[in-house]
């Protein structure tokens, strides 16, 4: 059952990883999500079902429009693809745990639509970290009565961390990423938030460095810090007693 179940969270996921896309995409330019159905983006042509298959649509298609024959965005598949790869792995840590697992899938869902969003146009819409607050919200509260001031100081601890850097040095954190930290500190926990924001940073630095070399950005381009908030997100929700452990233990031995 448990090779059932995986496979069922990984379709599962490419399916949520497709619509994702959409949602990235249109929510910062304040379209809707439903209409028009979608279409390519160079001949405007509406896409068959075939073509909206989840990562075999794009193998099938090669990689180009079946119409103009125009490349396809890479970031389609590779979204649908790596929301496929993080549900079922969150299945596999968390079948015996449903309110971890659940909120696993939500913090996974932020992370694909902010990677699409602050990707794309270096926003991170309000509108989508007000749909997963709540969500967020309700899961610690309803499941974890006796420890959700944990989740609560993390959420205000997150959204005062980067406030404060904001604040100090103007143009440095953007608001987006503000907000954001703050939704995922009620998801992970205050202790998860502090090593979120320094697994962030490393994350961010060498995303940077490989851009810089790649010359993809200048030197003082501007470069989506969203992405790497949540991949760190997810490494603390995953791995953060043994991560702290492991930095703990460096201390120790000295």
Same mark, same amino acid.
């Given at each position: 059952m448990d090779l059932f179940f995986t496979l069922f969270f990984f379709i599962l996921g490419l399916c949520f990883g497709s619509f994702y896309n959409v949602v990235g995409l249109r929510i910062p330019l304040k379209q809707s999500i439903v209409s028009p159905p979608s279409r390519c983006p160079k001949c405007e042509r509406r896409l068959s079902f075939l073509d909206l298959l989840p990562v075999a649509g794009f193998l099938l298609r090669r990689g180009k429009c079946a119409s103009c024959k125009k490349p396809i965005a890479i970031m389609y598949p590779l979204m649908e693809l790596l929301a496929g790869i993080l549900f079922a792995f969150a299945y596999l840590q968390y079948k015996t745990q449903p309110t971890e697992l $659940? =909120?696993?899938? %939500? %913090?996974?869902? !932020?992370? @694909? =639509?902010? *990677?699409?969003?602050?990707?794309?146009?270096?926003? @991170?819409?309000? +509108?989508?970290? %007000?749909t997963f607050l709540p969500l967020i919200v309700l899961c610690r509260i309803i499941w974890q009565m006796d420890s959700w001031y944990s989740y609560l100081l993390g959420g205000v601890l997150g959204f005062a961390l980067l406030f404060a850097i904001a604040a100090i040095k103007p143009g440095a954190m953007g608001m987006g990423d503000v907000k954001l930290l703050g939704v995922l500190g009620f998801g992970i926990g205050w202790q998860n938030v502090l090593l979120?924001?320094? $697994?962030?940073?490393? @994350?961010? %630095? $060498?995303? +940077? =460095? #490989? $851009? !810089? #070399? *790649?010359g993809k950005v200048k030197w003082k381009g501007a470069i989506p810090f969203g992405p790497s908030l949540c991949a760190a997100a997810l490494l603390a929700f995953f791995y953060g007693d043994r991560l702290l452990e492991v930095y703990l233990s460096l201390f120790i031995q000295l």
């Open positions: $659940l =909120i696993a899938l %939500l %913090l996974i869902s !932020l992370f @694909i =639509i902010v *990677s699409v969003s602050d990707t794309t146009y270096r926003r @991170i819409p309000n +509108a989508v970290l %007000l979120t924001l320094f $697994l962030g940073s490393v @994350i961010g %630095l $060498l995303v +940077a =460095i #490989v $851009l !810089l #070399v *790649s």
